[in-house]
């Protein structure tokens, strides 16, 4: 049976009150139950052919583990890309040289002008979270609804933040100059490659939504 | 579970990438459903993926960059098809090779005469 504009709402509808958050997680379930519904012969009304493709599916009492199951594999997905981003970061001859070169900066001001490195240290600090909070406006002024990617590439661009607050709390006072030039450095490297990580799922999503 | 089976479902397990990549290397591109159908129908119906264990191992090969993703739009809905990348295509020759080796191992064991 063909199924109708309505009936693919109905389902997502469904899916979305059944605990899948996430439209572009919906999207393939969507896909995968209107064609097991299509793929029936014969009279049978939508209804049941719609519970008996979630039978098929396996996905008539557990949607919520279904939900958590992919918002866990995403996790892993982007996980691996963020581990890959930064080692090609590195192995970026002109970002290494920059990298380096931002080091023996920070590490010449933390020993000739200490009075500077704190100021210095929280513009450094604030000035990728202020892209993050430009980014997270124009993308939410998009549109783009809740999307697992979405959720995963701001997650990733804000990993840095995370990483370093730890660290910073248990360093002494008095090697403040010797580790901050470090904890920078790293802090810049994890936070450009979550900046990649984040323009692939918009890259993602947005492909996503253009065709729709 | 990760894939069910009519029969002998322990000797299957762990071939779900491979069946995925073999079957993306004969078409072009295909999506999930497609997938199950197809392998249903190859299979006479003994080898049954489950949709909780196909749509993961999609994504896992998707961003291990052996898979592409293109989105069309398909009567009203949104469709996801994927296909090889060329990295995927190396991939799906390196994975045969590896079930063949495990194959004529497994027949010299079992059946010596036959290997």
């Not at chain 1, 090697?175 to 030039?181: A, G, T």
Request: proline share 3%.
């Amino acid at each position: 049976m063909k199924v109708t504009k309505e009936e693919i709402q109905r389902i997502d509808n469904y899916l979305k009150e059944g605990g899948i958050k996430y439209w572009d997680v919906r999207l393939e379930m969507v896909d995968h139950l209107v064609s097991d519904v299509e793929s029936y012969e014969g009279s049978a009304d939508f209804e049941t052919l719609f519970k008996q493709s979630l039978i098929n599916a396996n996905w008539h009492n557990n949607l919520k583990a279904v939900n958590s199951q992919s918002w866990k594999s995403t996790n892993k997905i982007y996980r691996k890309k963020h581990s890959k981003e930064i080692i090609s970061v590195i192995k970026n001859p002109v970002n290494l040289i920059f990298f380096i070169l931002f080091y023996l900066g920070i590490n010449w001001i933390a020993q000739s002008f200490p009075k500077v490195l704190k100021p210095l240290f929280f513009v450094v600090l604030f000035l990728p979270f202020v892209i993050m909070t430009y980014e997270f406006i124009k993308s939410w002024l998009k549109k783009l609804g809740r999307s697992v990617n979405m959720d995963y590439g701001f997650f990733y661009f804000s990993f840095g933040i995370f990483i370093t607050n730890l660290p910073i709390q248990l360093i002494p006072k008095t090697q403040l100059s010797i580790w901050l030039p470090i904890i920078l450095t790293l802090y810049l490297i994890v936070m450009f490659a979550g900046y990649r990580v984040y323009k692939y799922a918009l890259k993602k999503v947005l492909i996503m939504k253009s065709v729709n | 579970m990760y894939i069910c089976f009519m029969s002998n479902s322990k000797l299957y397990k762990g071939s779900l990438t491979t069946i995925i990549l073999k079957l993306l290397n004969e078409n072009d591109r295909m999506y999930g459903y497609e997938i199950t159908q197809k392998v249903k129908a190859l299979t006479k119906g003994e080898l049954n993926i489950t949709e909780g264990a196909l749509y993961p191992a999609l994504h896992k090969l998707e961003a291990e960059g052996l898979l592409d993703v293109e989105v069309a739009k398909v009567d009203n809905r949104l469709r996801k098809y994927y296909k090889l990348t060329e990295n995927g295509t190396k991939e799906t020759v390196n994975k045969l090779e590896e079930l063949a080796e495990y194959i004529k191992t497994m027949q010299a064991l079992v059946n010596p005469k036959l290997a």
